[in-house]
């Protein structure tokens, strides 16, 4: 009897012992990810950004909406300042963002420019997976930083195309 209650309670301890490592792992790898943000850009340009010095928010407009389609995007909204684009996203997308019922899952890029200073604008956007685009219980996922890549090429892509040494990638 002895020998079966005190198995129970070194059994009994590992599993604890096992909880808090566990939850103790989490944490501190929670904290890791938070810690690794950058702190170099201003809160708006945390995604993906690129400053333009020397054209008119019309022409980056111009350009960007051309570079956006250029990579199979949908422009659903175009002002001065603001743009939408859109895709299908892929299998993957789908996947990944849960559309089970057999809708398409879209990518919406949500762009901005803003002045800096007089001669310069920064273009800046955020990026999201959509689900039921389109209808009442459309839903938005906004992606992190750390899924920014593609995007920060397409911004880099955009002032590239203005040939200007002094644009420079945020």
């Not at 059994?11 to 012992?17: E, H, M, N, R, V």
């Not at 809160?43 to 407009?61: D, K």
């Not at 310069?120 to 899924?147: P, W, Y």
Request: aromatic share 8%; net charge positive; hydrophobic share 40%.
């Amino acid at each position: 009897m002895k020998r079966t209650v005190a198995y129970l309670n070194l059994k009994t301890s590992k599993q604890g012992f096992r909880t808090i490592l566990g939850s103790a792992a989490t944490i501190v790898g929670s904290l890791l990810l938070l810690g690794c943000q950058s702190t170099g850009k201003p809160a708006s340009a945390h995604f993906a950004s690129v400053e333009i010095q020397g054209n008119t928010p019309g022409q980056i407009r111009d350009v960007a909406v051309e570079v956006f389609k250029q990579h199979e995007y949908l422009v659903t909204r175009s002002t001065p300042s603001n743009m939408v684009f859109e895709k299908e996203g892929t299998e993957w997308d789908k996947v990944a963002y849960g559309n089970w019922l057999g809708g398409a899952v879209w990518i919406r890029v949500k762009a901005s420019i803003v002045p800096v200073s007089e001669v310069i604008f920064r273009l800046h956007c955020n990026a999201f997976m959509v689900r039921d685009r389109g209808t009442a219980s459309e839903e938005e996922v906004k992606l992190t930083s750390l899924q920014s890549h593609s995007y920060q090429k397409l911004m880099d892509e955009i002032a590239q195309r203005f040939h200007s040494p002094s644009s420079t990638s945020k």
